[in-house]
C-alpha cells in the first residue's frame, strides 16, 4: 500500500482499492443486466414517439374514440379470377372470424350478402348498361359454353365472330367496337396459350374474356374483385417485443394452408397495414442490431489490439466498456423505463462514444511507460492529464443530447436523456473502472527499457518526415482548401432534403411495404386515407361533394356511398339483363375433348386468324400487330400439342380446358346471383358498414382517398393542404406521419441549434479564450460540411432514422479537437507534434472506433438502419479530415498565444 499512498485524489482512491472498486462495478453490471430484463419494455408504435399535445394529435385520439381501433392488419388477396377470390377470401375470413383468442374484430365487405347482392349498383351507370349490352350480345356463347363447356365450342364461337367481322368488312356499323372485343380476347386467350403445359401457370378466366367494355378494355366488373381486403384487429398482447405479432402468425398460417389448395391455383396473399408494417420494422431492426452490436464489438477489440499492441490494455478498456454499457442500460430502464425505436440504438453509440475516453487515458498511459515511468505513476499521468480535456469533451457530446429534451417530440427527448446519461456513466468508467483494471493488470506487465530522447512517444516516428512535411508542411494552402471545400459545400447543403417516406426505411423486398404500394395505387381498395368527420347525413354529403371537387382527391367513402347513385336506372338494366339470361341452365362440366372433332375445329379457327391478320395488314389497321403476334402464339402452341401427340398431348388439353371450364357453373351462378340487386335505402345497409362509418355518438366519418401515392412529401402536403381546406380538423394516418415528420425534423434543428450554442459555451469555459473557442470550432464546420458533401454525392438523405447521428457528429467534432487543442496549449511542441503523439493516434482511433460501431450497421437490411451506419461513416471521415489535416494548419498559423 505504501506505493499507492503516494497518489491523491480520486486516484489515490483507486490506486489503494482497485479490486473492490472492480467487485462493486460487476455487481452493478449484474444488477442492471437483471433489472434491465425485468422492467425494460419496448414501445414498437410510431405514436408512443409522437408529442401528446398537439392540436393535430388531439384531433387523432378524437376519431380513435369515436369510431373505436382502428389499427387493422390488413390482408390484401389478388387473382385474375374474382369468383375464385371470393372463395379464398370467405374460406379466410371464416377462419379468422372464429377465431376471438386472437381477433378482436374481422371485417370482410366482399363476402357481406349486400355487396354480393347489390354489388353492381356500385359500377357507374354506363359500366351497367355496358355490362348488359355486352353479356346480351353474348348470351349466345354463354348459352352453348353452359351446355358444352369446353375449348371446341370457344373457338367455334370466335371462329364466327371473326369470320363475322372479316365478311362485313370494316366499314359496317359497330365494326370498330368488334374490333375491339376481339382484339381483347384474343390477346387474353394467348396468355393462356403462353402458359400452354405449365402446371403452374392460372388459366385465363371468363371474365377476361367476356366482361369487358366496348372499346376492349376490360370492364370494372371484371377489375372489382381481382383485389379484395380483409382487415382484422388483432388482440394485442402488450408483454410481447410486438404486440400483434401472434395474430400476424395466425394469419400467415391460415394463408400459407390455403394456398397448397389446388382450388385456389393462381391466388396470391399477403399482409400489410400499420401492425405488420411496424412488426417487420421492429423485428428487423432488432435482428440488425444485434447483429451489428456484434460486429462492432469483434471490430473495436480488433482495433484496439492493433493500436494498444497487447492484450492486457485491451481487456481492461473492453471490460470498462461492457461495465458502462450494463450500467448505462439500467439507467435508461430507470429514468425512463422503456425503448423506442429510436432510442434502439443507443447501446451501439455506447460502444463508440465510451471506448473514446479510455483511448485517450491508455495511449497516454504506454507513452508514459515508454518513456520509463513506473506503471502506477503512468497510469496517474494518463488519468491527471486528461481529466478535464475528458470532462470537456464528454461534456459537448452530453449537452448536444441534453437539448433534445427541449424539442416537442417525446422519443427524441427520451434518447436525449438516455444517451446523455450514459455518456456520463462512460466518464464515470473511465476515471474509476478502467485505472482500476490498469493497477490490477500492471503486476503481469512486462518491463521494457525505457526509451529516450526523440524516441520516447511511441508513435512519433508513425511518420516519415516526408510525409509530415506533406500534410503538415503547408498550413496556408491546407486552411485555404479547407476553405474553398467547405464553400463548395454549401451547394449540396441546399440540396438535401428530410425524407418523409416510412416506407424507405424498412428492409427492400417486404411484402409488407409491397401490398401498402398496392393499396395506395389501388382507387377501389386504398388503404391509406385522411379522415373527415360529420354531424350528419347531410353534412357528409356536403363535405364529400366539395372534397370530390379538390385535385388532390380521388374519391371518398363515407356511409352515404352505400346507397348508390342512378338506383332505378341500374336496377332495371339489372332486372332486364336478369330475365335476358334466365334461361342459361349450367350443367356440370365433363372432361370430354371430342378428340375427333378438335382438329377440325383447331384448323378452322387458325384458318379464320390468319384471314383476319391479313384484312387487318391490307387495310393498314394498327391491331394487325397484336393479332399476329397472337397468332404465332397460336400455332406455337399448336407446336406444342404436335410434339406431345404421342405423351401428354390430351392430359395438357384436359388441364387447359379445365382450368377455364370446371368452375364454370359457380361463375355462372355467381353471375346470376349478382342481378338480383333491388333499390338500397340507408336503413338497408348492414350493421358492420354501420358501425365502421357512423361513430358512438353518430358522427359520420368520410375517408378522403387520394387520387396519387402520398407517401412522399410534396404529394403528401398538397393532399393535405386540400383536404383542411374543408375540414381543419381532418386526420387519419396521413396526418399523423405528416406533422410528426415535421415535428421531428423540426426539433432536429432546434436541437441543433441549442447543441451548438452549449457547444460554444463548453469551449469558452474550457479554454477560456475567445479564439481558441471559435477555433475549436473549426472541425465542427469542416466535418459537418464534409459530411453533408458526402451525403449529396452518394444520394443520401436525412430521414427519422439517420438524423439522429447529427448531435452525435457534432459532439465528436468538438470532443476531438479538445483533446488536440488542450495538449497544444498545455504542453511544449507543434501542431505536428500533437497530431503524432499519443493524443492525435487516439484522436484517430477515436474516430476509427466510432466509424467501426457505427459502420457495423450497414449490415443491416432495415434501409433506416443501414443510414444511420452510413451517414455516422462519412462524418467521421469528414471529421477525421478536419482533425488530421485542418485543424493542425490552424493551429500552426494562430500559435500558442
Not at 353479356?135 to 351446355?147: D, H, N, R, Y
Not at 401472434?246 to 399477403?270: D, N
Not at 371518398?556 to 334461361?583: G, H, I, M, Y
Not at 503524432?836 to 467501426?852: D, E
Request: glycine share 8%.
Amino acid at each position: 500500500m505504501k506505493t499507492e499512498k503516494r497518489f491523491k485524489g480520486l486516484f489515490g482512491f483507486v490506486a489503494a482499492y482497485p479490486r473492490v472498486i472492480l467487485v462493486v462495478a460487476l455487481l452493478g453490471s449484474l444488477f442492471s443486466v437483471v433489472y434491465t430484463a425485468k422492467k425494460m419494455e419496448f414501445l414498437t408504435g410510431r405514436d408512443d414517439l409522437m408529442p401528446k399535445n398537439t392540436g393535430y394529435h388531439q384531433d387523432y385520439r378524437n376519431w380513435r374514440q369515436e369510431f373505436g381501433d382502428m389499427d387493422d392488419i390488413v390482408i390484401v388477396i389478388e387473382s385474375a379470377d374474382q369468383e375464385r377470390a371470393a372463395r379464398f377470401g370467405t374460406a379466410l375470413y371464416e377462419k379468422l372470424a372464429a377465431d376471438e383468442q386472437h381477433f378482436q374484430d374481422v371485417f370482410y365487405p366482399f363476402g357481406l350478402e349486400f355487396f354480393k347482392k347489390n354489388g353492381l349498383l356500385f359500377m357507374p351507370a354506363a359500366d351497367v348498361k355496358g355490362l348488359r349490352e355486352n353479356l346480351t350480345a353474348l348470351k349466345p356463347v354463354l348459352k352453348e359454353l353452359s351446355a358444352s363447356p369446353s375449348v371446341q365450342t370457344l373457338f367455334t364461337y370466335l371462329t364466327g365472330q371473326i369470320d363475322g367481322y372479316v365478311a362485313k368488312g370494316s366499314s359496317s356499323p359497330g365494326a370498330e367496337a368488334q374490333l375491339g372485343s376481339l382484339t381483347f380476347m384474343l390477346e387474353k386467350l394467348g396468355i393462356g396459350f403462353k402458359s400452354f403445359g405449365d402446371s403452374t401457370a392460372t388459366p385465363p378466366s371468363l371474365e377476361e374474356f367476356f366482361f369487358q367494355g366496348k372499346d376492349g378494355q376490360e370492364s370494372s366488373f371484371s377489375k372489382a374483385g381481382k383485389m379484395q381486403v380483409i382487415t382484422a384487429l388483432p388482440v394485442k398482447n402488450q408483454a410481447s417485443f410486438v404486440p400483434a405479432e401472434e395474430a400476424i402468425k395466425v394469419i400467415r398460417a391460415h394463408l400459407a394452408e390455403l394456398r397448397k389448395q389446388p382450388q385456389f391455383k393462381g391466388v396470391s396473399a399477403g399482409l400489410t397495414g400499420n401492425p405488420v408494417l411496424e412488426h417487420e420494422e421492429m423485428s428487423t431492426s432488432q435482428s440488425d442490431i444485434t447483429l451489428a452490436t456484434i460486429v462492432s464489438l469483434i471490430l473495436t477489440v480488433i482495433l484496439l489490439l492493433v493500436a494498444f499492441r497487447g492484450v492486457l490494455n485491451v481487456v481492461a478498456a473492453m471490460v470498462s466498456l461492457v461495465v458502462a454499457i450494463c450500467l448505462s442500460f439500467g439507467f435508461a430502464t430507470l429514468a425512463i423505463g422503456h425503448l423506442n425505436i429510436l432510442s434502439m440504438v443507443f447501446a451501439i453509440m455506447l460502444i463508440g462514444i465510451g471506448i473514446e475516453y479510455g483511448i485517450q487515458l491508455v495511449l497516454r498511459y504506454q507513452e508514459e511507460l515508454t518513456g520509463g515511468a513506473e506503471p502506477l505513476v503512468a497510469i496517474e499521468t494518463g488519468v491527471r492529464n486528461n481529466v478535464w480535456a475528458i470532462i470537456m469533451a464528454a461534456a459537448t457530446v452530453a449537452a448536444a443530447f441534453l437539448t433534445f429534451i427541449f424539442t416537442d417530440f417525446k422519443g427524441i427527448a427520451e434518447l436525449g436523456i438516455i444517451a446523455a446519461g450514459g455518456v456520463a456513466i462512460c466518464v464515470i468508467i473511465t476515471f474509476t473502472v478502467l485505472p482500476a483494471m490498469l493497477v490490477v493488470l500492471a503486476r503481469y506487465r512486462k518491463i521494457k527499457a525505457p526509451s529516450t530522447g526523440s524516441d520516447r512517444t511511441p508513435h512519433s516516428s508513425s511518420l516519415t518526415e516526408s510525409a509530415k512535411q506533406l500534410l503538415f508542411g503547408h498550413p496556408k494552402a491546407v486552411v485555404a482548401i479547407s476553405a474553398i471545400l467547405c464553400l463548395a459545400s454549401l451547394y449540396p447543403l441546399s440540396q438535401i432534403t428530410f425524407d418523409y417516406n416510412l416506407m424507405n426505411l424498412q428492409a427492400r423486398g417486404l411484402e409488407s411495404v409491397r401490398y401498402a404500394y398496392k393499396l395506395m395505387r389501388n382507387s377501389e381498395n386504398s388503404g391509406y386515407f385522411a379522415v373527415v368527420t360529420a354531424d350528419s347525413a347531410a353534412d357528409a354529403a356536403a363535405k364529400t361533394k366539395a372534397l370530390e371537387s379538390l385535385p388532390t382527391v380521388d374519391h371518398v367513402v363515407s356511409f352515404n356511398s352505400f346507397v348508390p347513385e342512378d338506383q332505378q336506372q341500374k336496377v332495371a338494366d339489372l332486372t332486364a339483363l336478369r330475365n335476358e339470361l334466365s334461361d342459361i341452365k349450367p350443367g356440370e362440366y365433363e372432361e370430354d375433348l371430342s378428340l375427333m372433332e378438335l382438329p377440325e375445329v383447331f384448323e378452322n379457327f387458325r384458318n379464320a386468324v390468319a384471314r383476319l391478320k391479313a384484312k387487318l395488314e391490307q387495310e393498314g389497321k394498327p391491331e394487325a400487330k397484336p393479332v399476329a403476334a397472337f397468332l404465332a402464339t397460336l400455332d406455337t402452341f399448336f407446336a406444342k400439342l404436335e410434339k406431345e401427340k404421342d405423351r401428354n398431348a390430351v392430359g395438357m388439353l384436359k388441364d387447359f380446358q379445365g382450368g377455364m371450364f370446371a368452375e364454370l357453373p359457380e361463375k355462372i351462378q355467381f353471375l346470376k346471383e349478382s342481378l338480383n340487386a333491388e333499390l338500397v335505402t340507408a336503413s338497408a345497409i348492414p350493421q358492420e358498414l354501420r358501425d365502421r362509418f357512423v361513430g358512438k355518438t353518430g358522427r359520420y366519418m368520410l375517408q378522403v382517398v387520394p387520387k396519387h401515392d402520398i407517401f412522399n412529401r410534396e404529394p403528401l402536403k398538397a393532399f393535405l393542404d386540400d383536404v383542411r381546406k374543408v375540414d381543419i380538423h381532418a386526420t387519419g394516418e396521413p396526418v399523423m406521419v405528416y406533422e410528426s415528420m415535421t415535428i421531428m425534423r423540426d426539433s432536429y434543428m432546434k436541437a441543433f441549434v441549442y447543441a451548438f450554442i452549449a457547444i460554444v459555451i463548453i469551449l469558452l469555459i474550457t479554454f477560456r479564450s475567445i479564439k481558441f473557442a471559435l477555433i475549436g470550432l473549426v472541425p465542427l464546420v469542416v466535418g459537418v460540411l464534409f459530411m453533408i458533401s458526402g451525403m449529396w454525392l452518394f444520394g443520401i438523405n436525412f430521414n427519422s432514422a439517420n438524423i439522429i447521428v447529427m448531435p452525435l457528429v457534432l459532439g465528436i467534432a468538438v470532443d476531438s479537437g479538445i483533446y488536440i487543442i488542450n495538449r497544444f496549449r498545455r504542453e511544449d511542441g507543434s501542431a505536428t507534434a500533437v497530431v503524432t503523439s499519443s493524443t492525435g493516434v487516439g484522436v484517430i482511433l477515436n474516430t476509427l472506433t466510432i466509424m467501426a460501431s457505427f459502420g457495423a450497421l450497414m449490415v443491416a437490411h432495415h434501409q433506416g438502419v443501414f443510414s444511420i451506419g452510413a451517414v455516422m461513416s462519412l462524418g467521421m471521415v469528414a471529421c477525421q479530415l478536419a482533425f488530421i489535416i485542418t485543424l493542425p494548419a490552424v493551429l500552426t498559423l494562430v500559435g500558442k498565444k
